[in-house]
């Protein structure tokens, strides 16, 4: 069985560990210089040494927003940091460490980028076209299977704003921002309550005369020292107006707007289409149901995400092995179309097809499990999990100040709590 692994991120060194212990003939091809994705850390915002487009949206002093008790995978644990909430450069050396231990980076063919994966007629292999940024060359490769494992943290999504052709200011995203130093006597505009958003907007208030933040959510708190404001109604030349009919100028806006999926190298014949980060027909969020020879690993958000790479790996793998019988085409089918049935039901939008959150991740991790006759995940995992989105709601920045001791495969202790 020869497959083929697209990224060597955390999910892709996931997926190659363990297509070796299947005993397969496994390449895993990455387009940078290294190991980590985007865990790896670089100055360069828009092309790399090579020329090629950054991929990593990593910036300097970032902090994990999980603590390390649960960055783990069920088989390998995330031990050696003291705090629980880890910076960047720890969870990179945990992904290097697990990738030497399992004689991962013996398969990986760095600096090959991935040009284009279509299905070979009805049979369910695969043409890959992979250019080889070492020649200069190209060439042509067959396999059985494919995991698609590429992330979703680097195409940048920046929403069609009134005006935004107006505005004269200087605009970047947060895949291009790195540190809050050049910032130094500017009025900025952070648009987006997310995690890097509120933290982005935290570091840049260290340094800007004045920082803003404008989003949706009137019940999120934010940090002392960053201004409040609704969302934009439309850009002006100098700044912005806000639902509530206020107006401010502004010298940078950072758009902490989120991501699109991004998969430019499959071919319409793949059978999958992406309306609105909606990607689709995928059995479980990760198997291509038109060809389950191929998994997209990783999709989910507002997840654990070593933990769901691993299982979504050992699932696609089982079903590839023939240890686990897959579902028909029908039934896959089926069970996808009543699961997003009843999210469009409870009010989600398309670009939330893939959202999980503890509202769904226990049924969701779950449901992988029993399918891939796997034991169920340990509950201290969940709890953990929900401990942390309560700290992190409660207060962004002293959350991190917790850490956490896993005592059995039920219970957990902190060694604090916020006041």
């Not at 907007?201 to 019940?219: E, G, Q, R």
């Amino acid at each position: 069985m020869k497959v083929a692994v697209v990224g060597a991120g955390l999910a892709g060194v996931c997926a190659t560990k363990h297509c070796l212990e299947y005993g397969y003939d496994v390449t895993t091809f990455e387009k940078t210089n290294t190991i980590g994705g985007t865990w790896y850390y670089t100055d360069s915002v828009d092309k790399d040494e090579f020329g090629m487009d950054v991929h990593t949206s990593m910036y300097q002093n970032l902090r994990t927003n999980f603590p390390k008790e649960i960055m783990g995978f069920p088989d390998y644990d995330f031990t050696g940091p003291k705090n629980s909430y880890v910076s960047a450069g720890e969870v990179l050396d945990f992904i290097k460490t697990y990738a030497r231990e399992f004689k991962v980076d013996e398969q990986i063919k760095f600096r090959h980028e991935i040009i284009r994966i279509r299905p070979i007629g009805m049979t369910s292999r695969w043409e890959i076209v992979v250019r080889d940024f070492n020649n200069d060359s190209a060439e042509v490769q067959q396999f059985d299977a494919v995991m698609c494992c590429n992330g979703h943290y680097s195409c940048p999504r920046i929403p069609d704003i009134p005006g935004r052709d107006l505005y004269g200011g200087k605009v970047l995203h947060t895949h291009s921002y790195r540190t809050a130093d050049i910032f130094k006597g500017e009025t900025v505009l952070v648009v987006g309550s997310g995690s890097s958003g509120i933290d982005i907007a935290y570091l840049v208030s260290k340094t800007a005369t004045k920082t803003t933040i404008s989003f949706h959510d009137p019940t999120r708190i934010i940090p002392s020292g960053i201004h409040k404001k609704p969302d934009i109604r439309e850009l002006t030349e100098n700044g912005a107006i806000f639902r509530d009919g206020t107006e401010e100028h502004f010298t940078v806006i950072i758009f902490a707007t989120g991501y699109l999926y991004s998969f430019p190298f499959l071919s319409i014949d793949c059978g999958m289409t992406i309306n609105d980060n909606y990607i689709q027909p995928l059995f479980k969020h990760c198997i291509n149901i038109n060809y389950p020879t191929m998994a997209l690993i990783g999709m989910p958000y507002l997840v654990h995400p070593p933990l769901i790479s691993y299982l979504q790996i050992q699932l696609f793998l089982k079903y590839l092995s023939g240890t686990q019988n897959i579902p028909s085409k029908e039934e896959m089918m089926s069970t996808t179309n009543k699961e997003m049935d009843s999210r469009w039901k409870n009010g989600f939008k398309k670009k939330q097809a893939h959202m999980l959150g503890t509202d769904l991740l226990d049924e969701y991790y779950a449901d992988l499990c029993q399918l891939a006759g796997l034991p169920p995940v340990k509950p201290y995992m969940m709890e953990i999990y929900r401990e942390n989105q309560r700290n992190l709601k409660r207060d962004h920045i002293r959350f991190r100040e917790i850490n956490f001791t896993v005592i059995d495969d039920e219970h957990f202790e902190t060694d604090k709590e916020l006041c």
